[in-house]
């Protein structure tokens, strides 16, 4: 069983950014493949960015550019770098693990463990 804790969210204007953190429970954490998904209110639960296994990165194309995926194995931590921030990013962040990855990575439904959740609101 593998628990993960998201923190990091809060309020932030318009252009800031934010780093958001997800700690896992273990060593399973550092051989699964992570991701960040993200729920905007009155939305389904939509991609942002995923780290596999073996150190790839991937991306929402929407998202490209301005956020960054990064993990730290030693600590069973999964972050996101989140720069100029914009109203629409305002959502619910989850964090997300997988022990399997040869699915795809950029659907929910292919995640075995979820976090939390971390409020992240961006005021205009």
């Known amino acids: 069983q593998v628990q993960l804790v998201e923190s990091g969210g809060g309020l932030v204007q318009v252009g800031g950014s934010l780093t958001l953190s997800c700690e896992g429970s273990?060593?399973?954490?550092?051989?699964?493949?992570l991701a960040w998904f993200r729920q905007p209110p009155g939305k389904e639960r939509e991609f942002v960015a995923a780290?596999?296994?073996?150190?790839?990165?991937r991306y929402a194309d929407s998202l490209k550019g301005r956020f960054a995926v990064s993990r730290d194995n030693s600590r069973y931590t999964l972050y996101l770098q989140m720069n100029n921030l914009r109203p629409d990013d305002t959502a619910v962040y989850y964090c997300?693990?997988?022990?399997?990855?040869?699915?795809?990575?950029?659907?929910?439904?292919?995640?075995?463990?979820w976090g939390q959740g971390t409020q992240v609101t961006v005021s205009s």
């Open positions: 997300a693990a997988r022990e399997a990855e040869y699915s795809d990575y950029s659907r929910p439904n292919n995640y075995a463990y």
């Open positions: 780290s596999t296994s073996t150190g790839g990165r």
């Open positions: 273990g060593p399973t954490v550092a051989t699964s493949g």
